[in-house]
């Protein structure tokens, strides 16, 4: 399976649109935190809200005062929050 290409584009700090999206981990009005097709991204900022998600397209659109996009390598975020056992049943 071929992955999906993968973009951002923040339009004044207010409204953010993500192409490439697989999976969203966790959200709340701090940090909206996904696994793209490039590796996991967390967006933090005030007041996010998630206006649209299309999974079957990969599309996600994040509103509020976002002050940052990060991305990390490895699966850190998607087991953070699980037990240890859980983990090291995979």
Do not use: W
């Not at 999976?23 to 996010?48: P, R, W």
């Not at 509020?64 to 998607?78: H, P, V």
Request: aromatic share 4%; with cysteine.
């Amino acid at each position: 399976m071929e992955d999906k290409k993968h973009s951002i584009t923040l339009e004044d700090r207010g409204s953010l649109s993500i192409s490439g999206v697989k999976d969203i981990y966790n959200f709340d009005e701090n940090k909206v935190a996904l696994e793209t097709s490039l590796g996991t991204l967390t967006v933090t900022g005030e007041g996010l809200q998630i206006n649209k998600l299309s999974i079957d397209d990969g599309n996600l659109q994040v509103k509020g005062n976002i002050t940052s996009c990060i991305y990390s390598e490895g699966r850190e975020l998607k087991d953070k929050g699980k037990g240890i056992l859980a983990r090291m049943f995979k």
